[in-house]
């Protein structure tokens, strides 16, 4: 067995004879688990919301997106879409034809993103589980329908159960406009309300989803689309879409974008990256605070324990050596409350994630707080903890030599 340890180990379990270096350790050593289990617990917490929202975002956005480099529209006749439409791994794939419009419901106006789609978008969207009143339905026949977001059909007054259909404004892309005429130059289209979705406060507030034919009655155009959606089957790897998306890159040219979620909606992605990093960056410094303690109960231990480093020394103990015992020493302290505070950590993690008994305050999308454990945070945690651990046991430790000197 190596020395040091093993006086380190000696120290720390035996009795000193002034009870308050045992009290200050024991202090020490429960704030460190207490830091850890809230680090890990947090981290979770942190991760189920993240994977919340991701969720809740893949119901609109879809695995890629592929939109023209320059200008709005373009028409989806390369062969590298029939390419697209051969892979096992893809689900469908979906064109979309989408404008910032003005509405009228009823009285009401307001200004929408409306988002023209095919019939295969109407068919197998996810958007259908989040509808909240009506049904997810954009033909009666020929009567042209449409669904639009919650906050969207509040402002609006929007009921798909009401007989008024929503009226549709756009500027005219081939006609001038006229100062003695100005509604001569703008296009204009009537849907019918058949569904209201929700999804999240951005989303529900703007979108309004009808047929493409419509849009592009709107917008005048023919087989112009402005973006192609195309959804993975379920389970897909990584690696595997982004093999997809490079081969869909070559295939199509400059010419052409291919967006994962990531790029389409990257403020929102780097931002929940961001704050997962300050949170983990906040706590530590809290573990830094209570990591204090050890370097008190480390202190009063060197003074402690002086009869016995002179006797070390008279034995011919080098200095390194006794640093290393008391770095031991406080850094077994710092360990003890780390692995306490995993074992707790991880422990309620996992039971919140299987039974959920904390419940989420009012009515909110899901009953319980969503808690997803991660092996990198719980190695993450481990990693900082016991770092600060072995740097706040360093400074003491070296006054138990320095003082020799002096």
């Not at 058949?194 to 155009?221: C, H, T, W």
């Not at 990584?238 to 040219?253: A, M, V």
């Not at 809290?286 to 480390?298: D, E, M, Q, T, Y």
């Not at 480093?309 to 710092?334: C, H």
Request: charged share 20%.
């Amino acid at each position: 067995m190596k020395l040091a340890p093993f006086i380190a180990g000696r120290y720390l379990i035996a009795k000193k004879s002034h009870n308050v270096i045992n009290i200050i350790s024991a202090i020490s050593a429960i704030g460190m688990a207490i830091g850890t289990a809230a680090l890990i617990i947090i981290l979770s917490v942190y991760n189920g919301f993240d994977s919340l929202i991701k969720s809740m975002m893949s119901n609109v956005e879809p695995d890629l997106l592929i939109t023209p480099s320059t200008g709005k529209v373009f028409i989806p006749d390369d062969e590298a879409f029939d390419w697209i439409y051969d892979q096992p791994e893809v689900k469908n794939m979906c064109c979309i034809l989408q404008e910032d419009v003005f509405i009228s419901y009823d009285g009401k106006q307001g200004l929408a993103q409306a988002r023209g789609v095919d019939w295969i978008y109407e068919e197998e969207t996810p958007l259908k589980d989040h509808i909240v009143n009506g049904t997810f339905s954009l033909h009666r026949g020929d009567v042209p329908l449409s669904c639009v977001g919650a906050g969207l059909a509040h402002e609006l007054g929007i009921n798909p159960r009401f007989l008024s259909g929503i009226e549709v404004y756009f500027p005219s892309r081939t006609r001038k406009i006229s100062m003695t005429n100005p509604i001569s130059s703008v296009e204009f289209i009537k849907v019918w309300p058949s569904g209201v979705f929700a999804v999240n406060s951005d989303i529900d507030g703007k979108l309004m989803i009808l047929p493409i034919e419509q849009m592009r009655e709107l917008l005048e155009y023919e087989d112009e689309v402005s973006a192609v959606e195309i959804r993975l089957v379920e389970g897909t790897s990584t690696k595997d879409l982004r093999r997809i998306q490079k081969e869909i890159e070559s295939r199509l040219g400059e010419g052409f974008e291919v967006k994962d979620r990531f790029r389409q909606n990257e403020s929102l992605y780097k931002m929940m990256k961001y704050e997962k990093a300050a949170i983990y960056m906040i706590l530590i410094f809290v573990i830094i605070i209570i990591a204090f303690n050890i370097f008190g109960s480390l202190s009063m231990l060197i003074i402690e324990k002086k009869s016995d480093i002179e006797t070390l020394r008279s034995m011919g103990a080098q200095d390194s050596l006794i640093r290393r015992i008391f770095v031991l020493e406080g850094w077994m302290i710092s360990l003890t409350g780390l692995a306490a505070g995993l074992i707790f950590g991880i422990g309620f993690a996992l039971l919140q994630q299987h039974f959920g008994f904390i419940k989420m305050p009012g009515h909110f999308v899901v009953q319980a707080y969503p808690i997803i454990l991660s092996w990198s945070d719980i190695l993450l945690t481990a990693a900082g903890v016991a770092i600060v651990g072995w740097l706040i046991a360093l400074l003491p430790a070296a006054s138990a030599t320095a003082r020799k000197q002096a």
